[in-house]
DNA sequence: TAACTATACGCAAGGTGGGT
DNA sequence: ACCCACCTTGCGTATAGTTA
């Protein structure tokens, strides 16, 4: 864009325009605009200055635009409406609001979450389009800062002062398996048994690009005791996860919660994390943006739909299984 | 003569550039 | 970084010019 010579042009004066158009009168557009008529005419001759164009010309008591000016006149009022909409932004009505959000979470979370969050939306803001992605093409810092992304959930960590935080929910991690596998019905699982067996790694946070090299919170506990787990398939692709974890005797290190109709329907079981393995309990989750959204009213009428919807899914997901 | 536009001039606010 | 003189801009009032 030529800021250069938009700078150069006092775009009040197109403001100035239209009233003159309006009117086809210096003194009634200075009315309008509550200047004086004299002001009005410098304006005008301003105007004739920057565009080059007299604009107007007198024929008795009236003004008669130029060519020039008609073609503006064609023009300038659905700018200026542009501009009005524009600056009316923060009147934020869900019901009218026409635009897309996008949210990165964690595709397994995303699962559950967003036929909550559609649902909603289709009732209350039926033009806002979620864009909702599990993978990003530089951090989740650098997409927020930059505004390719709007929120995101994620993992509760440090994350500078530019963003603002808001807690979400817990996720407790689980082990999955096949309803047959010969762990789904063991009495006190190990982790000697665990390791038994080979695993998908499916990776459950937001990420770039997965490889076998991609340590997961679980990999680093177990190098830290000095084992290590057999990876036979590694992939950000949940369906190919669950159906080769339905199929085989692979494991997958998942949640508690979550993908109710995906277990069922893929007939998965799901056991603790073994006594022996040391884990946290409980993950927290948060939702993300940047502080330069925390005003604007779309954003904050967004995050507390999310945080509802979050809720309202909790409360779904901790139902006896 | 009334109604309108254009111009002259002054004031205030803000920008610019040099000096310290 | 701050100050200050000067310039520019945009507004006002007063008034001249134009036209029906």
New binding site residues.
Partial sequence: MNLQRLSRL?L??LV?LQA?LE????????ER??????????????LRDQLGD?L????????VATPRAEELARHLPQLLDGILAMVALDDFDPATFEGEVAVAIPEFFAFELAPHITERLSRTAPGLTLAISSDTDSSVEEELASGVLDFAIDLDREFGDELVTQPLTQVTPAIWMRSEHPLASKEELKLADLLAYPFVQYYLLIAKRVSASTSARFDRTLAEMGLKRRKALVTNQLMTAMETVQRSNALMVATQYGLSHEREFFSIAQRPFPADLPHQGNIPFVLVQHRRTSHSAVHSWLSAMILQAVKEMDKELAKPW
């Fill in positions: 006092d009040n004066l100035a003159l009117e086809r009168s210096v003194t009634r557009a200075a605009l509550f200047v004086t008529q004299p002001a009005m005419s410098r304006i005008l001759q301003r007299p107007f010309t007198r024929r008795g008591n009236t003004l």
